[in-house]
């Protein structure tokens, strides 16, 4: 079954590219209404996630926030498939950008940078954009199943210059050394549920994120920077902001409080552009959550 699915995103990926653009895009958003509409588990938990960002919107209100979720989800997919025929000057006229030279003037500093955030947008067309400028970017893939589906992900972000490391005990410090070699390492940190995740309270209930972020920024004494990354019309929009850093307290102490504060960072974000967050999994630990390994 692994191996049919490969080979389906396989096809898609081969074909998304040959046909013309805009037949491409708008059978996306058809398919995504029509996926919507048949209201399965990952739009339900969607939508469940969705109506904790927005606790007073209406129900035709937050139907419509769905709706556009999934347009987003889909239009993520068919970038990925096309994002390696973009070129260079359709990457960088595509992005806007708000407090940009707080990553530029540290990749200009030679001392690495960390850049957190949450599925939000098009992180790859962002990552693109900035190895386009000449910065070395490096991330964690989780690993995939099959083996040949994972490496097609890791040899499409290589192509655009992001080295993406695979998630095992040796990732931490091999970020560090990127890092101090002036590497920026981005981080999608909005989701750890296993027993090493931080609580943090965000929006209206517990959820755990991460330490890898905060636990780099104390390590290397590298600025940590929130990113927040929306979809515009042409492309996309990335707002950047700096992650508080804590002095107080244990090491603990401090690792949480920086967790929490890049969460209230997401949570800025996410309600701001709740439709582009991408997040179709379980996030908050209450309810019938049970805690895995």
């Given at each position: 079954m692994e191996v049919v699915s490969a080979w389906?995103?396989?096809?898609?990926?081969?074909?998304?590219?040959?046909?013309?653009?805009?037949f491409v895009y708008s059978n996306a958003y058809r398919i995504a209404d029509i996926i919507t509409k048949r209201n399965g588990k990952n739009v339900r938990r969607l939508r469940s996630n969705l109506a904790r960002t927005k606790p007073d919107v209406t129900d035709l209100d937050l139907e419509i926030i769905v709706y556009k979720g999934m347009r987003s989800v889909f239009r993520y997919y068919v970038d990925t498939f096309r994002l390696q025929d973009w070129s260079q000057e359709r990457i960088q006229g595509t992005v806007t950008t708000t407090n940009e030279h707080l990553l530029l003037?540290?990749?200009?500093?030679?001392?690495?940078?960390?850049?957190?955030?949450?599925?939000?947008?098009?992180?790859d067309?962002?990552?693109a954009y900035f190895c386009s400028k000449g910065a070395k970017i490096v991330t964690v893939a989780e690993h995939l199943k099959p083996e040949a589906l994972f490496k097609k992900f890791l040899e499409y972000r290589a192509a655009f210059g992001m080295e993406a490391l695979p998630i095992d005990s040796r990732v931490l410090p091999t970020l560090a050394q990127r890092l101090r070699a002036g590497y920026v390492v981005a981080l999608a940190a909005d989701r750890d549920l296993s027993r090493s995740g931080i609580n943090v309270k965000f929006f209206d209930g517990t959820a755990r994120m991460p330490a890898g972020p905060a636990v780099l920024a104390l390590k290397t004494g590298a600025p940590l920077i929130y990113a927040m990354v929306s979809y515009t019309d042409v492309g996309i929009h990335i707002d950047f902001e700096l992650v508080p850093l804590s002095n107080h307290g244990?090491?603990?102490d401090k690792i949480?409080?920086?967790?929490?504060?890049?969460?209230?960072?997401?949570?800025?974000?996410?309600?701001?552009?709740?439709?582009?967050?991408?997040m179709m999994q379980r996030i908050w630990i209450d309810g019938d959550f049970q805690e895995r390994d």
């Amino acid at each position: 079954m692994e191996v049919v699915s490969a080979w389906g995103y396989f096809a898609a990926w081969r074909l998304l590219r040959l046909l013309p653009e805009r037949f491409v895009y708008s059978n996306a958003y058809r398919i995504a209404d029509i996926i919507t509409k048949r209201n399965g588990k990952n739009v339900r938990r969607l939508r469940s996630n969705l109506a904790r960002t927005k606790p007073d919107v209406t129900d035709l209100d937050l139907e419509i926030i769905v709706y556009k979720g999934m347009r987003s989800v889909f239009r993520y997919y068919v970038d990925t498939f096309r994002l390696q025929d973009w070129s260079q000057e359709r990457i960088q006229g595509t992005v806007t950008t708000t407090n940009e030279h707080l990553l530029l003037d540290a990749i200009s500093a030679g001392n690495g940078a960390i850049v957190t955030l949450p599925h939000v947008g098009n992180y790859d067309h962002a990552a693109a954009y900035f190895c386009s400028k000449g910065a070395k970017i490096v991330t964690v893939a989780e690993h995939l199943k099959p083996e040949a589906l994972f490496k097609k992900f890791l040899e499409y972000r290589a192509a655009f210059g992001m080295e993406a490391l695979p998630i095992d005990s040796r990732v931490l410090p091999t970020l560090a050394q990127r890092l101090r070699a002036g590497y920026v390492v981005a981080l999608a940190a909005d989701r750890d549920l296993s027993r090493s995740g931080i609580n943090v309270k965000f929006f209206d209930g517990t959820a755990r994120m991460p330490a890898g972020p905060a636990v780099l920024a104390l390590k290397t004494g590298a600025p940590l920077i929130y990113a927040m990354v929306s979809y515009t019309d042409v492309g996309i929009h990335i707002d950047f902001e700096l992650v508080p850093l804590s002095n107080h307290g244990t090491e603990s102490d401090k690792i949480a409080a920086i967790v929490q504060n890049s969460a209230n960072l997401f949570a800025k974000g996410i309600a701001q552009y709740p439709h582009d967050w991408h997040m179709m999994q379980r996030i908050w630990i209450d309810g019938d959550f049970q805690e895995r390994d």
